[in-house]
């Protein structure tokens, strides 16, 4: 790590991210098996995701950027992961629930990005009618575990070698949360 740091603002996902965002997500689908999505995503497949976050309401999307050494008003921002809240399940019963997820850029580990990323999603939500979250967690993830269960997510049960990518089934808990 350098000695010169810049800030990180996180902030709600904007179009022109994108880019940024499908680069990231790609390389989870490429080298983990944190998503089972199996094929690589254009920005313009990933841009009905990114629609289905507005600034507001239940479905969020939220970006942590570090500006460039300049700072110079929010441009020229590498992004280092972001957070979602969105659709549990479609049915209207399920309405009040979301399934939150958070990507960190690799290189930006171990730095308090998803921390800060669910911090604000949180906060987002606390206005709105939504009174649980559901996590997935591909196993074995201590990292993300750890994460969740930090905000106040509880383990609640393992669906076995419930996907299969890379040749092998895997397994994945799932947490909860009261909002």
Wanted: proline share 4%; no cysteine.
């Amino acid at each position: 790590m350098s000695a010169e740091r810049t800030e990180v603002q996180v902030r709600p996902g904007v179009e022109g991210d994108l880019e940024a965002l499908t680069l990231l997500y790609n390389h989870y689908v490429r080298e983990t098996s944190i998503t089972f999505d199996t094929a690589v995503f254009t920005p313009e497949e990933r841009r009905p995701w990114l629609l289905s976050h507005p600034e507001d309401g239940p479905y969020r999307l939220m970006v942590a950027a570090e500006a460039d050494s300049q700072g110079i008003q929010g441009t020229s921002q590498e992004i280092l992961g972001y957070a979602t809240s969105s659709l549990y399940r479609p049915k209207a019963a399920y309405s009040t629930s979301v399934e939150v997820t958070v990507y960190v850029a690799p290189h930006a580990a171990r730095r308090g990005i998803g921390t800060l990323l669910y911090k604000a999603l949180f906060e987002a939500l606390a206005a709105e009618d939504v009174h649980r979250a559901y996590a997935a967690i591909a196993q074995p993830n201590e990292a993300s575990a750890r994460l969740h269960e930090r905000f106040g997510f509880r383990y609640v049960g393992t669906y076995r070698e419930v996907g299969r990518k890379f040749g092998r089934y895997w397994d994945v808990a799932w947490y909860e949360k009261e909002l």
